[in-house]
DNA sequence: GTCTATATATTGATAGAC
DNA sequence: GTCTATCAATATATAGAC
């Protein structure tokens, strides 16, 4: 398939298609007939591309990396100090913060659905907390933290998720927003 | 149907069945064939007892608050100080290590599980959290945080919350261990 | 209250004409 | 690469004899 050619635009527009409503209704929650009728193909064309439902979710799941690497890297090339670059971090949660709320973290609730019955599939989604995780980690190395960088990651991980499953929960984005600050107020002081 | 008849034994069996599947599977993970099998007892036979699969949810959430509530009420009656009885929450979730590590907190995975496409239903499993945000407030109430203590048992909800979805990502019960230590030094230094 | 048989819809997936 | 037709398995749920 050649790059530009119309089969990866289609491939493209089926898995944006794919990403969107696995973060809305689940894996499990989105049926074959769900995507074939969000992207207005037809069944035949998407199995053409894909031959399963869940080499989709791979490919959502690989589009979903780029998209949060790119972000970092961007970060990256910023000249600021470790600390700013933290808080941006502690920001992207809650960057979109009515998609927040309303459907969760992506990676942490496909994280979730998938560690149930799917714990194949579930290694692949880890992929994407081990992206922030290993960026996070030189992060705090970089602050100087030494051995504790590994922990810290893991750690501010854990805060972030917390954060996202309750207001979630809730539906509560000034709990988002407060939980936040307190998050970034644990950054600070580091 | 009477106390202590076999209807409501069979009742009970279903129950406490659909609440392990529910746990390890996913609710959608488990089918109505699942929890026959598992029962030993007839389709119908369940479909006497529970109109829906819905409603066996419903039961089983019940259920769940029920245990839940006994173990609160029996940390109340003994007669040990507001801190240690926040602690003794937080030990409630290395409590089954195993468990956790392995299926996720029961009621985080649910209520997760549940807000993407059946939030009437999570309306329901959300009661779970709301019976131990209101005890754990009363808790903080006593300790003297006067109009905080409703944010900080939200703070400590999220917190633990946060533990468990990466310890069940990570399948690690060392870092379990290491989050839980840490949190509970935050109660005491409270 | 127990047990068997079956209905009906939906699932993921395939075959093959164009 | 596009489109139609259909398969086999499974899902939840129901009817009704015993």
Redesign the pocket.
């Known amino acids: ?1 050649n790059i530009g ?3 990866e635009k ?1 491939r493209g527009d089926i898995v944006n298609c794919a990403k969107r409503l696995f973060y809305e209704q689940g894996y ?1 929650g ?5 995507i074939v009728e969000a992207s207005g ?5 998407i ?3 894909f ?4 080499e989709i979710l791979k490919a959502v799941i690989g589009q979903h990396f780029e998209e949060f690497n790119d972000l970092l890297v961007k970060w990256d090339k910023q000249d600021i100090d470790p600390r700013e670059k933290l808080l941006a971090f502690s920001t992207v949660i809650i960057g979109r913060q009515g998609e927040l709320v309303e459907y969760g973290c992506p990676i942490g609730s496909l994280n979730t659905e998938l560690a149930k019955d799917r714990r194949d599939l579930q290694h692949a989604a880890r992929s994407l907390f081990d992206l922030f995780r290993d960026w996070l980690a030189v992060r705090f190395r970089e602050l100087g933290k030494g051995e504790e960088a590994e922990a810290l990651a893991l750690h501010l991980l854990g805060r972030a998720q917390g954060i996202a499953v309750i207001a979630h929960v809730y539906q509560d984005e000034a709990l988002l927003k407060s939980e936040t600050a307190q998050l970034r107020n644990w950054i600070e002081k580091l």
Chains 1, 2 share one sequence.
């Open positions: 398939m050619s119309k089969g289609t499990e989105t049926s074959f007939s769900d193909l037809y069944r035949g064309n199995y053409h591309y031959k399963t439902k869940d």
